[in-house]
């Protein structure tokens, strides 16, 4: 790690961290002054380096060079450096000849001795299960942490065709493939989508009991310790070396119960605990906005489900939730029927009850089978890391406006998180720091914040009034939008499209849109 900063006078100052690994060199030279920090000397440029501004600082990485240091400062010593940074500095053109400087600075975080890297996965979701595997995969002493080993979460189950291929989801798990699916408006309009797919892309419907599972236990099969127990509290270090200490309870071989209290230490603690993140709470990460999910599973006859055998539908309209949508989604011998709700949440059975008659000739003779209700958040934490503690999946706030999508970031989060800590750990030799931790979600935010930001504006402009999901609906029914959609979702990619389709769907969508408005101000009349 290399800090740099303006001394107080004109001169440059940089930092340069040093360890057992990289001793600190004799002060003999006259242009170095020691720093009063610990574990950190300081070299000040102090002659005629004035008013560097930092667009002159520029840094690379080059091949490592040992003899860098050995004519001008002998008593640095580079052959222990791993590492290496360049820094050259250009000062502004002046009369006096300037020497050019290399300051180079090496990993410094301590080797662990003994023993391999600590981490604790608190959740076994999508993504816990995900983080758990890369991180034994990758060396680490690895601990998951789940109270509900069978838990069924109401979810309504889809994932990308990408998540398929990339966390290699066995077809078999995979309960139906659907390939239509209709959205169908607040005045009972149905559109049918998936006009665009292609003959091998489909969306996959899972029951969350089998997926998760699965994830578990092959997180166990490559070495991660799955841990039946409830998370309660941790002690927080005061150090970057100390342990996390996990109070939890143990419910390993117990039927029921009060658990067994018991402690574990770790080096760093990944949190995949939901919406309800206790280990949110522990690091002060702040609330956020959360929905209400509702979803009851009905077996219906079956020449009923073959209706829904590769079709799934989504209503809109203010019945079935002010501000969401409704869904029938089918799974392997039932259906999965629900909603759910931001702003009204005292009233969520009273949408369930509208969601399941707007599909009543559809699911008339069904049976409900589980009720099921969950929070899903509705933005990220204002806070996602600290220390050496970093969440994932719902319990850092990632579901997606619009279409309230998790599973498939839940898992991917989980996995992003996990490979910067091995990365980090030199797979699990090193301790980590928050830095490492801090990629990935300079990573997160950058490949999925356009996904975000995008959903939130359809939500926003679609979801305000039954006029406009009208106008939503309407546009449904153009082949561009459901391509672009389509093919959004199942690569989870913002997809650039044509400049002249994306003109007439301004046009058309601007034209939607101002039919909507007009037919609520008719609407409006009616009321009065």
Not at 487 to 492: A, G, I, V, W
Request: aromatic letters at 8%; a positive charge.
């Amino acid at each position: 790690m290399l800090l740099a900063r303006e001394h107080i006078g004109k001169s440059r100052e940089i930092c340069l961290p040093f360890t057992s690994d990289f001793p600190k060199p004799m002060m003999t030279c006259h242009n170095f002054i020691g720093c009063k920090r610990e574990n950190l000397m300081t070299t000040t440029f102090c002659r005629t380096w004035q008013h560097i501004s930092h667009s002159k600082l520029k840094i690379r990485t080059p091949t490592p060079n040992t003899n860098t240091y050995h004519h001008h400062h002998p008593k640095i010593y580079p052959h222990k450096i791993s590492t290496l940074n360049t820094i050259h500095l250009t000062p502004k053109p002046t009369t006096t000849p300037h020497r050019k400087f290399r300051v180079l600075a090496g990993k410094f975080s301590p080797k662990i001795q003994g023993r391999n890297l600590r981490v604790a996965v608190i959740g076994g979701g999508p993504a816990g299960g995900a983080a758990a595997e890369t991180l034994a995969k990758g060396g680490i002493e690895t601990y998951l942490i789940e109270r509900k080993l069978d838990n069924c979460k109401p979810c309504g189950g889809a994932i990308p065709l990408c998540m398929v291929g990339e966390f290699d989801i066995p077809l078999d798990i995979i309960d139906r493939r659907v390939t239509k699916m209709k959205m169908i408006s607040p005045s009972n309009v149905a559109v049918d989508i998936g006009r665009t797919l292609k003959p091998h892309e489909y969306i996959g419907m899972v029951r969350r009991e089998v997926l998760d599972a699965y994830l578990r236990d092959r997180a166990k099969q490559n070495g991660a310790n799955i841990l039946n127990g409830l998370f309660l509290k941790m002690d927080i270090p005061k150090d970057n070396t100390s342990p996390y200490v996990l109070h939890y309870s143990s419910y390993d071989g117990k039927s029921g119960g009060v658990g067994e209290k018991l402690t574990l230490e770790v080096d760093a603690v990944i949190g995949a605990d939901g919406a309800n993140s206790r280990v949110a709470k522990s690091i002060d990460a702040g609330d956020y906005e959360y929905a209400i999910a509702f979803q009851e599973r009905i077996k219906i006859p079956d020449n009923k489900m073959a209706y829904y055998e590769n079709l799934a539908e989504m209503y809109v309209g203010d019945d079935v939730s002010p501000d969401f949508y409704g869904w029938v989604f089918p799974k392997c011998d039932h259906v999965a029927v629900g909603t759910g709700t931001v702003t009204h949440k005292g009233d969520i059975k009273k949408f369930q009850l509208a969601t399941r008659k707007r599909a009543e000739d559809k699911i008339l003779g069904g049976k409900i089978i589980r009720v099921e209700a969950h929070p899903i958040p509705e933005h990220p934490r204002p806070r996602r890391l600290s220390g050496r503690v970093a969440l994932v999946g719902d319990a850092a706030g990632y579901v997606t406006k619009c279409s309230g999508e998790g599973i498939y970031f839940a898992a991917k989060s989980g996995r992003m998180c996990a490979e910067a800590i091995v990365e980090g750990s030199e797979n699990g030799k090193r301790m980590v720091e928050e830095g490492d931790l801090r990629k990935y979600l300079e990573k997160w935010d950058k490949t999925y914040w356009p996904t975000y930001k995008v959903l939130d504006v359809l939500q926003k402009v679609f979801y305000r009034s039954n006029p406009a999901r009208e106008a939503f609906v309407e546009m449904c029914a153009d082949e561009y939008v459901q391509k672009m959609t389509f093919d959004s979702y199942l690569y989870k990619t913002v997809v650039p499209g044509n400049p002249l389709e994306d003109l007439k769907l301004a046009i058309n969508t601007i034209g939607s849109l101002v039919r909507a408005n007009a037919l609520r101000r008719e609407m409006d009349k009616l009321n009065v």
